[in-house]
């Protein structure tokens, strides 16, 4: 099985930068996503990470370590739209896509 | 229509009711998928389809039947549910299983058991 942990709440100021942290333990790691959730919305695609090292897209990143069982996602420039849910999650094997129980973002003014 | 649609939107139902959940998704993928989001909990995945095959049933309880008649239908039937099983059930598509595409969500289905 999966063991993915994430922070449960992260607060942060308009204009700032955080860095949401992910560790996890898999038998098959076979890529990890990450993902964003407003409150009563679908969850929507952010970032792929299969290869060690940070992939960067626009204001997202995201790194990874395999052998450390490591990601983060940084979120740069924050505006108040990026206040949501942010969900690690990580395939083992084929099909099995497993999900952390997400952070918490609040932006403030 | 676009994208991952979810039939329907709300569903509020008694334990001895039969009802079913219907996904449909409109970009021309290859698999699909259920997962149950409860609040406070990690979104989980029920099943996985894969070119209409049922490639994983995530220990699921045979009150939830999945159907998958063609790779752009999904559907979840519902019997005998216990109030539990309340939570959002959101249908997502991919490309196909396993590849590195994202999973497109679609909005889901808040069910409610009495």
């Known amino acids: 099985g999966q063991n993915i942990d994430q922070p449960t709440e992260m607060t942060a100021t308009e204009g700032a930068i955080v860095q949401i942290n992910c560790t996890y333990q898999?038998?098959?790691?076979?890529?990890l996503f990450w993902y964003q959730q407003h409150a009563g919305e679908a969850p929507t695609f952010l970032s792929y990470n299969v290869l060690d090292g940070l992939e960067e897209k626009g204001r997202f990143s995201s790194f990874l370590s395999r052998s450390k069982g490591y990601s983060y996602l940084l979120l740069k420039e924050l505006q108040m739209k990026d206040s949501a849910s942010y969900l690690c999650a990580v395939r083992d094997g084929d099909y099995k896509l497993s999900f952390g129980a997400g952070t918490t973002v609040t932006v403030r003014a | 229509e676009t994208g991952v649609t979810q039939t329907p939107r709300h569903l509020v139902m008694g334990m001895t009711n039969k009802k079913s959940l219907k996904c449909e998704q409109h970009?021309?993928?290859?698999?699909m998928y259920w997962y149950k989001q409860s609040a406070k909990k990690p979104l989980e995945l029920m099943f996985v389809?894969?070119?209409?095959?049922?490639?994983e049933n995530n220990s699921v309880p045979s009150r939830f039947s999945p159907e998958c008649p063609n790779s752009s239908h999904l559907f979840l039937h519902l019997h005998t549910l216990q109030p539990e099983d309340s939570a959002l059930y959101l249908c997502?598509?991919?490309?196909?299983?396993?590849?590195?595409?994202?999973?497109?969500f679609g909005p889901g289905t808040r069910l409610t058991v009495l």
């Open positions: 389809y894969n070119f209409k095959e049922q490639t």
């Open positions: 898999t038998s098959g790691f076979n890529g």
């Open positions: 997502a598509s991919s490309q196909e299983a396993g590849g590195p595409d994202e999973q497109f």
């Open positions: 970009l021309g993928h290859n698999a």
